[in-house]
């Protein structure tokens, strides 16, 4: 096909060639008849000079006969004879014409080598294809050089560089030389999946974030512990919890520690499933939205209190798939300012965003989001107020 193309180009430029050269060009002939130098005009391709000028007639072309051909302007009495024979394992790609001489090229796979047409060099695994072999050049091979390989036979296929297992979060148990790719193994890389694990999701902050009482009663923790359905969590745990920094952080601990020691309560089963689909909620609306490196560090930036760094964002996005990053990064936000809301903080750093022309579609997304957990925050800050409402010195705190 290609073939074909290319001279049919060729032959289109010899047309305009000839338009462009309306007025014949000239060549000097001796006419013996008078003794004078005359300049006649040349005959146009496909044709010859039948007779030269005289002194009172113009030059006269002759159309070539079969067979024959003339490629240009020219002042010759002959046409040339169309010469060319295909040979052997050769197929005719312009026939002759009364303006080309026949042309042939070697089949497919092969290339003139002298007489012959030789097949092209097939490069063997390790060498891949730098330059593909044409009907006139031969196929040229190279090593493959370090971090690719060709595990095939080929006269097409080049060297294809090794699959990076850790940006697939695969790990590597075979490394691949010049002839085989690495392997990877079909599971997430134990470190990476570490590196990305995430404490404490939004939707989990969603539904365990609610308003501690300003005014605490001093047994607070032991109050909600108790008042809390199915299996307490016991005392040397609350001590430990105890220790953390903010009440709004104990609070926090303690429900997620009651959540995972009655996964099998029924109002416990709710709430999981609530975040499970939480979960899948805020996936769709910015799972797919592939928010750079670049726009990651603004939304940091944006956000109050103490700052994720652009040191810190990058391991981040190294290691976690690009779903994960966002969350990964809003999670270590969480651990640097334990008192304060993940989803209030993310509300104000989008107020800042405009400014910085992020994508609309991005920007749409994320206060989806934050609009969405949101209102689950106040749905089960009620219903955690309600389980609470019996204690009545609490619900007095929290009044007060
Ligand atoms: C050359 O060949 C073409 C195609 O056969 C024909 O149309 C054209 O008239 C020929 N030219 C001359 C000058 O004979
Ligand atoms: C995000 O990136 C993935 C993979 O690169 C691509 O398939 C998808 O279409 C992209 N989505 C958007 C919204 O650009
Ligand atoms: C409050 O206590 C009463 C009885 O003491 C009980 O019937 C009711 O279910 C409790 N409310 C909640 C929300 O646990």
Redesign the pocket.
């Known amino acids: 096909m290609n073939k074909f193309l290319c001279c049919t180009l060729v032959l289109l430029g010899i047309s305009v060639k000839w338009t462009v050269q309306v007025i014949p060009r000239t060549y000097l002939h001796y006419d013996r008849m008078t003794g004078r130098q005359l300049t006649c005009d040349e005959c146009p391709p496909a044709t010859y000079v039948k007779r030269h000028c005289t002194t009172s007639s113009k030059t006269e072309c002759a159309p070539c006969p079969d067979q024959h051909y003339s490629d240009d302007w020219n002042s010759d009495d002959e046409c040339y004879y169309c010469d060319v024979v295909c040979k052997e394992l050769q197929f005719v790609v312009v026939e002759c014409s009364n303006t080309t001489n026949r042309y042939c090229e070697c089949i497919e796979g092969r290339y003139l080598d002298l007489e012959f047409c030789a097949r092209h060099t097939v490069c063997p695994p390790g060498f891949g294809v730098v330059q593909q072999g044409t009907p006139e050049r031969d196929t040229v091979c190279q090593r493959c050089p370090a971090g690719y390989f060709s595990s095939e036979r080929s006269s097409k296929e080049a060297c294809r560089p090794h699959t990076d297992c850790s940006a697939l979060n695969l790990k590597m148990v075979w490394k691949g030389d010049a002839t085989r790719d690495n392997m990877c193994r079909g599971e997430r890389n134990h470190r990476s999946e570490q590196q990305c694990e995430i404490d404490v999701t939004l939707c989990e902050e969603a539904f365990f974030r609610f308003g501690v009482p300003t005014k605490l009663s001093p047994n607070w923790l032991e109050t909600l512990k108790d008042s809390l359905p199915g299996e307490k969590v016991n005392a040397e745990t609350l001590e430990s919890i105890k220790q953390r920094d903010s009440p709004q952080e104990q609070t926090f601990q303690l429900l997620k520690l009651w959540k995972q020691q009655n996964k099998d309560h029924d109002m416990v089963k709710n709430i999981i499933q609530g975040i499970n689909h939480c979960e899948n909620t805020v996936l769709k609306h910015i799972g797919h939205l592939n928010i750079t490196f670049e726009q990651l560090n603004v939304l940091m930036e944006n956000l109050p209190g103490k700052k994720v760094g652009k040191e810190e964002t990058e391991p981040i996005v190294r290691m976690c798939k690009p779903t994960e990053q966002i969350f990964k990064l809003l999670n270590l936000w969480r651990v640097k300012n334990r008192d304060q809301d993940t989803i209030k903080g993310l509300m104000y750093g989008l107020k800042h965003l405009k400014t910085y022309h992020f994508p609309k579609t991005t920007i749409q997304g994320l206060r989806k989001v934050v609009k969405f957990l949101h209102s689950l925050h106040k749905l089960y800050q009620k219903l955690f107020f309600?389980?609470l409402?019996?204690q009545s010195h609490l619900v007095k705190a929290r009044r007060g």
């Open positions: 309600e389980i409402g019996n």
